[in-house]
Nanobody, 128 residues
Framework: QVQLVESGGGLVQAGGSLRLSCAASGRTFSSYAMGWFRQGPGKEREFVAT????????YYADSVKGRFAISRDNAKNTVYLQMNSLKPEDTAVYYC?????????????????????WGQGTQVTVSS
């Protein structure tokens, strides 16, 4: 059974940084894309970032480009999201996702329907 466990969320002041981690278990994920979505209070769920299995391609939402960086460690079945220059509008529950899809583009990455597994989420709160 696939399990995704997020960690690293918390409360931070605007301008600060956090690093989210997602440990995957239940199978080998090295060939699967891994990423992050988020849902803020009263907002729709939105794409944040995705990294392909080899780590060769990354995709970001425009709202986080230049501030967030996604990476992965296939030996640990773990994906990371380094979040810098955080803003109050980044406040959300952040969900780790995994996709078995082999074909990627920025449009595909932003489609929640392309992801097969979702974590329970970790809360990130940015105070002004």
């Amino acid at each position: 059974q696939v399990q995704l466990v997020e960690s690293g969320g918390g409360l931070v002041q605007a301008g600060g940084s956090l690093r989210l981690s997602c440990a995957a278990s239940g199978r080998t994920f090295s060939s699967y894309a891994m990423g992050w979505f988020r849902q803020g209070p009263g907002k729709e769920r939105e794409f944040v970032a995705t990294i392909t299995g080899s780590g060769g391609n990354t995709y970001y939402a425009d709202s986080v480009k230049g501030r967030f960086a996604i990476s992965r460690d296939n030996a640990k079945n773990t994906v990371y999201l380094q979040m810098n220059s955080l803003k109050p509008e980044d406040t959300a529950v952040y969900y780790c996702v995994v996709s078995r899809s082999l074909w990627w583009s920025s449009t595909v990455a932003a489609d929640p329907g392309k992801y097969n597994y979702w974590g329970q989420g970790t809360q990130v709160t940015v105070s002004s």
